[in-house]
C-alpha cells in the first residue's frame, strides 16, 4: 500500500489506559517498519487540536473504553472528516454497551446469556438472581469491574456494603447467570473468523490481571475443541461483526458449557477495539493464519482508507 502520514491514538484516560498505550506502542513500530509516517499521540482534551495541526491520512485507533471506544472519538473524526481504523459511530455506541448488544444479536439468534440490570443499592437487600450468577458494568471492556457471586464467596448473602465490587463504582450493573465451563474467543478481521482461542487462567477466571499479566493465562491456540464448537463459534462472531456493523477487527467472547454441547455455547460480548498488546488475541489468531503482527495492522489501515472518511 502506498506510504501514509498515521496517527496512533493511544492511551486516553479510561481504566484500560495502559493496555492502550501498549497497543498504541506495538502498532507505530509495526507501521514505522512498514515505512509509514507515524505520529503518536496519548489522548488528552486537546486531542481535535493536536489532529488539525498534524493533518494525518489516517487516524489507528488504539484507545480501549470510554471515550475511544463508545462512540465519542468517532463522533469527533467523522466531523473533522479523518479517516481512521475499526468501527464507525453508530456501532461503537452500541457494542460497548452489553444490554444494547444483546438487543441487537438475540433477536437475530445469537445465543446470549439471559440477564437483567440492576440498581447497585439493590444488591444489599437481596440478590437479582440465582447463585452462582455474575455481575458486571455495562460499558467497560477487558473484564474490568467483573464480579463472580457464589454460594459462600466472600461478598455476603446479601453483598455487603462493605465487600469491594463494582458496586461500590457503578450505580448500575448487569446481572447473567453464571456459565459454568471454558473460555473461548474468536476474532474477525476483514470479514473473516480467524480462529478460535481457548483461555485457560492459571487461578481464577479471566480478569483484567489475567488477560494483560504474562503468565497467569495460557492460550490455547487454535482451541483443542471439537469441530462443531469451532465452527459454531467463528461463525457466531462473523455474524455479530456483520449485524453490528463492525469494521476492521472485531473479537467475540464466549463462554462454553462443555457438558450440554452446542446449546452450551454463549456468545458473551463483543469487542470493536480489541488489544493489540503482545499477549492480545487478535495478533495471536492473526499469527496461526500466517499473519504477522506488521501485517495484521497494514490490513487494518487498508481496509479503513479504502472505505474512505465519512460524510
Known amino acids: 500500500m502506498d506510504k501514509l502520514h498515521i496517527a496512533v491514538l493511544m492511551g486516553g484516560w479510561?481504566?484500560?489506559r495502559e493496555v492502550s498505550l501498549s497497543s498504541g506502542a506495538g502498532i507505530a513500530d509495526a507501521l514505522e517498519s512498514r515505512g509509514h509516517r507515524v505520529s503518536r499521540i496519548d489522548m488528552g482534551r486537546d486531542v481535535a487540536q493536536r489532529l488539525a495541526e498534524l493533518r494525518p491520512d489516517i487516524v489507528f485507533n488504539a484507545l480501549h473504553g470510554t471515550p475511544?471506544?463508545?462512540?465519542?472519538?468517532q463522533g469527533m473524526l467523522d466531523l473533522m472528516g479523518i479517516r481512521y481504523t475499526h468501527s464507525g459511530l453508530a456501532t461503537s455506541v452500541i457494542a460497548i454497551d452489553k444490554e444494547l448488544t444483546k438487543m441487537?444479536?438475540?433477536?437475530?439468534?445469537?445465543r446470549m446469556p439471559e440477564g437483567k440490570m440492576v440498581e447497585s443499592e439493590s444488591l444489599y437487600s437481596a440478590d437479582p438472581l440465582p447463585r452462582p450468577f455474575v455481575l458486571k458494568p455495562v460499558n467497560e471492556g477487558s473484564s474490568v469491574g467483573v464480579a463472580i457471586v457464589r454460594?459462600?464467596?466472600n461478598y455476603g448473602a446479601p453483598i455487603s456494603r462493605d465487600s469491594a465490587g463494582p458496586w461500590q463504582e457503578?450505580?448500575?450493573l448487569l446481572a447473567e447467570p453464571f456459565i459454568r465451563g471454558r473460555e473461548l474467543t474468536s476474532a474477525v478481521l476483514g470479514?473473516?473468523?480467524l480462529a478460535v482461542t481457548e483461555l485457560r487462567p492459571r487461578s481464577g477466571f479471566y480478569d483484567y490481571d489475567a488477560k494483560y499479566t504474562e503468565g497467569m493465562t495460557e492460550h490455547v491456540c487454535p482451541a483443542e475443541i471439537p469441530d462443531e464448537i469451532r465452527d459454531a463459534a467463528?461463525?457466531?462472531?462473523?455474524?455479530?461483526h456483520r449485524l453490528l456493523g463492525c469494521r476492521g477487527a472485531s473479537r467475540s467472547d464466549f463462554r462454553w458449557d462443555d457438558e450440554k454441547g452446542l446449546d452450551g455455547l454463549y456468545l458473551l460480548e463483543v469487542n470493536t477495539q480489541p488489544g493489540m498488546t503482545p499477549l492480545?488475541?487478535?495478533p495471536e489468531q492473526a499469527r496461526a493464519r500466517g499473519i504477522d503482527y506488521a501485517e495484521l495492522v497494514e490490513r487494518i489501515v487498508a481496509e479503513a482508507m479504502a472505505e474512505g472518511p465519512k460524510a
Request: cysteine-free; overall charge negative; aromatic content about 2%.
Open 14 to 16: 479510561s481504566a484500560e
Open 191 to 193: 470479514g473473516e473468523a
Open 280 to 282: 492480545s488475541l487478535v
Open 234 to 240: 467463528m461463525a457466531m462472531a462473523l455474524e455479530a
Open 104 to 110: 441487537v444479536l438475540v433477536p437475530a439468534g445469537i
Open 68 to 73: 475511544g471506544e463508545d462512540g465519542t472519538v
Open 151 to 153: 454460594e459462600g464467596g
Open 170 to 172: 457503578f450505580d448500575r
